[in-house]
């Protein structure tokens, strides 16, 4: 567990320990739930499809192919425990790979039209 107050900077940072110096990772999804069994029926979205769905999320500089850091402003789900669990996403790609999925970034799904 990690304490942190309300609407403060939660800082994290996600690594491949592999030798590989080629692989690099990707933030496809990361999941915020007032539970840690459930992350379907009450969730809150920060990441999906590697598009930023929270205001305060933002990424931080890494030196390394293989370290994700990022950030968002911490939160209480309404009317529940004080407690929110993270269920995030990675992508592992080989670096310079640009038909894969690390280097397509933001996926933003089309919208269907309605049928009559």
């Avoid at 690099?24 to 379907?40: G, I, K, M």
């Avoid at 990424?59 to 968002?72: G, I």
């Avoid at 038909?99 to 970034?105: F, K, L, P």
């Amino acid at each position: 567990p990690y304490r942190v107050g309300i609407n403060q900077n939660l800082f994290l940072e996600a690594s491949l320990h592999s030798s590989d110096p080629s692989l690099e990772l990707f933030l496809d999804t990361c999941v915020a739930s007032p539970t840690r069994h459930n992350f379907t029926t009450k969730s809150y979205p920060i990441i999906e499809n590697g598009c930023a769905k929270d205001p305060t999320y933002a990424t931080y500089y890494s030196p390394f192919r293989h370290t994700l850091r990022f950030k968002f402003n911490a939160f209480q789900f309404i009317q529940s425990n004080p407690e929110v669990y993270l269920q995030c996403e990675l992508v592992v790609c080989r670096a310079y790979d640009y038909s894969s999925r690390c280097y397509q970034g933001c996926l933003q799904r089309s919208k269907r039209e309605a049928s009559s």
